[in-house]
């Protein structure tokens, strides 16, 4: 049995100005890795969604395509992966794990 399609349940974009929406699925690991890059990005300020997070994330990287193309497109290959999709998806579980060890260090302190 085929699992029903999730609900969307963010949004974030420019109302007047965005003439293109897209729905986007992501894992548990990606979605906790958002939270902390949301905590980081948005420290002091009010409290913004994770899909505003997302969008930022999105711009940046379009930003600075240039540089990141060349140094993922290596790593991919030096790794072995496939596709991108999976390069990236190795590096987030690695932040990710990274990322919890710090903040559980910092917590014990």
């Known amino acids: ?3 029903g399609k999730p609900e969307v349940t963010e949004y ?16 548990k690991e990606e979605v906790a ?3 902390m890059l949301r ?11 994770l899909a505003d997070t997302l969008r930022m994330l999105v711009q940046a990287a379009m930003a600075h395509y240039d540089v990141l193309r060349g140094k993922d497109d290596a790593y991919g ?4 992966f496939a596709t991108a999709e999976d390069c ?22």
């Open 1 to 3: 049995m085929k699992a």
């Open 12 to 27: 974030s974009g420019h109302w007047v100005k965005a003439n293109q929406w897209f729905s986007i699925g992501l894992s």
């Open 33 to 35: 890795m958002l939270k």
């Open 39 to 49: 905590e980081d990005l948005y420290l002091g300020q009010e409290k913004h969604s």
């Open 77 to 80: 290959r030096g790794e072995g």
């Open 88 to 109: 990236f998806a190795g590096l987030i579980k690695r932040q990710f794990e990274a990322g919890m060890a710090t903040r559980m260090r910092a917590a014990t302190n």
